[in-house]
C-alpha cells in the first residue's frame, strides 16, 4: 500500500541540477531560455503561444544540422529526461473553463510522464501579471490565473508531480506581478529571470537512484 508521502523535501542546487532536464512552455518559458542562463546546460522545447491544446502537435523543436522543426512528441520520444519543468496555460485563458483546461493538463502529464517513464515532473504554477495588467478588462487576470493554479496543484501526487509556485518571490502587495520587473505587465524583464531561477534551484526534489517504483525525495 501506497503511504501518503505528504509535502515534499526540497534542497538547494546549482545549475548542474538541471542538465538533464526540458522545460516546456509558452513565452514565458522562452525567456528563461534566453535570459536564464542554462540554454548550454538545460534543453528547452518552447514557443511563443505555445498551449496545451498544440502541446505536442506544434512543431517546434529545431533538429540539429537541420533546417526542419519537429514535434514535442517526437523530440520526446529521441530523448530521455530525468526532470521535467513545465509552464503553460496563460494563452489558454482565454479559451474554456477551468475546469476544461485542467482536464487537458491533466492528459498533457500524464502523456509526458509517459514518454519519459524516469522523469519526474514540476508542474509550474503559472506567474500572475501586474494588477493593473489584471485590472484591464480581458481574459488575462490574475483571478483567473489564481483558478487555475489552485487546481494545478491539485495534480501534484508529491511522488512523480510537483507543484511549484514562483509568484510570492515577484509580487507585490497588491498581489499583482511587482511592476519593475516586468516590460509589459506579463513576462518579467531579463534581470528578473534570475528570481525564477534561484526559485526552481532552492525547490529541488533529490532523485534516488535505484528506487524504481518507490517514491521520490525524502
Known amino acids: 500500500m501506497n503511504q501518503d508521502p505528504g509535502e515534499p523535501v526540497y534542497m538547494t542546487v546549482e545549475d548542474s541540477y538541471f542538465a538533464d532536464a526540458v ?25 511563443k503561444g505555445l498551449t496545451v491544446y498544440k502541446l505536442f502537435d506544434a512543431e517546434i523543436v529545431p533538429v540539429e544540422g537541420q533546417k526542419k522543426k519537429i514535434t514535442v512528441e517526437e523530440a520526446l ?3 530521455s529526461f530525468s526532470k521535467i519543468y513545465l509552464m503553460i ?3 489558454e485563458m482565454g479559451t474554456g473553463t477551468v475546469e476544461t483546461f485542467v482536464e487537458k493538463y491533466k492528459e498533457v502529464v500524464d502523456h ?7 522523469a519526474i515532473l514540476y508542474i509550474q504554477g503559472l506567474i500572475k501579471v501586474t494588477t493593473a495588467r489584471s485590472q484591464k478588462g480581458d481574459y488575462i487576470n490574475n483571478e483567473g490565473i ?22 510570492p518571490m515577484i509580487c507585490d502587495e497588491t498581489g499583482g506581478m511587482e511592476a519593475s520587473y516586468t516590460f509589459d505587465g506579463v513576462h518579467l524583464k531579463a534581470q528578473y529571470i ?11 526534489i533529490q532523485m534516488e537512484e535505484g528506487l524504481e517504483g518507490e517514491d521520490y525525495g525524502a
Open 77 to 79: 520520444q529521441q530523448n
Open 194 to 204: 534570475e528570481i525564477w531561477k534561484d526559485f526552481l534551484k532552492s525547490h529541488a
Open 89 to 91: 496555460g496563460i494563452n
Open 146 to 167: 489564481v483558478a487555475r493554479n489552485e487546481a494545478l496543484a491539485g495534480l501534484a501526487d508529491n511522488r512523480r508531480t510537483f507543484y511549484l509556485d514562483v509568484n
Open 112 to 118: 509526458l510522464l509517459e514518454l519519459q517513464p524516469d
Open 23 to 47: 522545460f516546456i512552455g509558452d513565452s514565458r518559458t522562452v525567456g528563461m531560455y534566453e535570459y536564464g542562463g542554462l540554454e548550454e546546460i538545460s534543453t528547452f522545447y518552447a514557443s
